[in-house]
């Protein structure tokens, strides 16, 4: 069950690396100007996704702040869809204006990245639980 578990681990930090790598290209290529918080932490998150490194810690208010953009972008270009963005699964959605349309696809990539980062923690303390148990055996 170990095995199975680390091969899950595996994957799932390889699917995040990819999907942050993914996240900071469209990023950088829907072109949001972040607000002040966000100008700050955005160059390291940037840069360590692109590098690969998907589950740093201290990326987690970095994360939150995008996410508060990626929202504020879509409502204003259609009030409170970015809110319904968040909250539900947009991939079927027909949109034809490609600024929204862009920034509806960012919103699906960083719900991923966020599940997969997730995942991957639990991941981990599956592990650490496992080894936990293990010793008192």
């Known amino acids: 069950m170990a095995q199975d578990i680390?091969?899950?681990?595996?994957?799932?930090?390889?699917?995040?690396?990819?999907?942050?790598?993914?996240l900071a290209e469209e990023w950088e290529e829907v072109g949001?100007?972040?607000?002040?918080?966000l100008?700050?932490?955005?160059?390291?998150?940037?840069?360590?996704?692109?590098?690969?490194?998907?589950?740093?810690v201290n990326d987690e208010n970095a994360l939150d702040l995008?996410?508060?953009?990626?929202?504020?972008?879509?409502?204003?270009?259609?009030?409170?869809?970015?809110?319904?963005?968040?909250?539900?699964d947009t991939s079927e959605h027909l949109i034809f204006d490609q600024p929204r349309e862009q920034l509806r696809r960012l919103a699906e990539?960083?719900?991923?990245?966020?599940g997969l980062r997730r995942h991957v923690r639990d991941l981990q303390a599956a592990i650490?639980?496992?080894?936990?148990?293990?010793?008192?055996?």
Do not use: T
């Open 128 to 137: 650490r639980q496992i080894k936990l148990a293990l010793r008192r055996v």
């Open 66 to 88: 995008m996410a508060e953009e990626i929202v504020d972008a879509l409502n204003e270009l259609k009030p409170e869809y970015g809110d319904l963005a968040m909250r539900i």
């Open 6 to 22: 680390n091969g899950q681990l595996e994957q799932a930090v390889l699917s995040s690396i990819k999907q942050g790598r993914w």
């Open 32 to 37: 949001i100007y972040p607000g002040k918080q």
């Open 109 to 114: 990539r960083w719900k991923s990245f966020q």
């Open 39 to 56: 100008q700050v932490l955005l160059p390291q998150l940037l840069q360590r996704l692109k590098d690969g490194e998907p589950l740093a």
